[in-house]
């Protein structure tokens, strides 16, 4: 069994930053894939970044540029350091892990107004 902590979501005005972390805890393989995925009020859930344990990463398009995925192994860490926010970034963001099974976290809100 795997849990996930998502923490750093909060409320950022427009142009601004704000860094998301997950915790992984528990039965975790070494071989594994870790991705950011985000909902919005009344749309699906969408894949924002993905890290793969060989060091591959892949971005949504909306995010390109802006965001950045980074995980630290030794203390079964992911990062999303998110830059250049837009109203459009709001949304709930959830941390997953695929690895000896499928694990999300309960969610952290990312609210970006002014």
């Known amino acids: 069994q795997v849990q996930l902590v998502e923490s750093g979501g909060g409320l950022v005005q427009p142009g601004g930053s704000l860094r998301l972390s997950c915790a992984a805890s528990?039965?975790?393989?070494?071989?594994?894939?870790m991705g950011w995925y985000r909902q919005a009020p009344g749309k699906q859930r969408e894949m924002v970044a993905h890290?793969?344990?060989?060091?591959?990463?892949t971005y949504a398009d909306s995010v390109k540029g802006r965001f950045t995925i980074s995980r630290d192994n030794a203390k079964n860490m992911l990062y999303l350091q998110m830059n250049s926010l837009k109203p459009e970034d709001t949304a709930v963001y959830y941390c997953?892990?695929?690895?000896?099974?499928?694990?999300w976290g309960q969610g952290t809100q990312v609210t970006v107004s002014s």
């Open positions: 528990g039965n975790i393989k070494s071989t594994n894939f």
């Open positions: 997953r892990l695929i690895g000896g099974g499928e694990y």
């Open positions: 890290s793969y344990s060989g060091g591959a990463t």
